[in-house]
């Protein structure tokens, strides 16, 4: 199940980005994107009761922009990415959404293809944007 997160759904989604990226955008952070920006919109995916995956995003006018997306390990590779990738390609266009930018690990081939699938355009490749890691930055319209 896809649904918008809420407040008890922090704790997974943060130790989730840490098992999967070594990191976090953090509590806080995600916190105060979920009660205080308005522009921010976060969903999970839910499986058996447990949180498995999450998307998080900011729209503002008729642009979006992907901050976070992924799936637990285990559930790679069995098409829930790209069925959270659509909803929420839905959900923006719901509100108005016309394009959406993202940034990408140029080594993530996975997430490419994913993104290469739904349109996504690479249109500039970000040296050093993930520390030693380049991103790719990708753009697309939004149907």
């Known amino acids: 199940m896809i649904r ?4 008890k759904d922090l704790e997974t989604i943060v130790k989730l980005e840490e098992k999967i990226f070594n990191h976090s955008l953090g509590y806080s952070f995600l916190r105060q994107e979920m009660l205080e920006n308005p522009f921010s919109r976060i969903f999970v995916y839910e499986k058996d009761d447990m949180i498995i995956g999450y998307i998080s995003y900011r729209v503002i006018d008729k642009n979006a922009d992907i901050i976070n997306f992924l799936i637990d390990t285990p559930y ?4 829930l990415g790209k069925e959270l990738f659509k909803t929420i390609t839905y959900e923006m266009k719901s509100e108005g959404v016309e394009s959406l930018v993202l940034e990408v690990r140029s080594k993530n ?5 994913l993104y290469e699938q739904f349109g996504a355009k690479h249109i500039r490749t970000l040296k050093n944007y993930y520390g030693d890691d380049d991103a790719y930055m990708m753009i697309m319209e939004v149907k």
Request: proline fraction near 0%; charged fraction near 25%; glycine fraction near 16%.
């Open 4 to 7: 918008k997160a809420d407040l």
């Open 76 to 79: 790679q590779g069995l098409g």
């Open 109 to 113: 081939t996975k997430a490419i293809h």
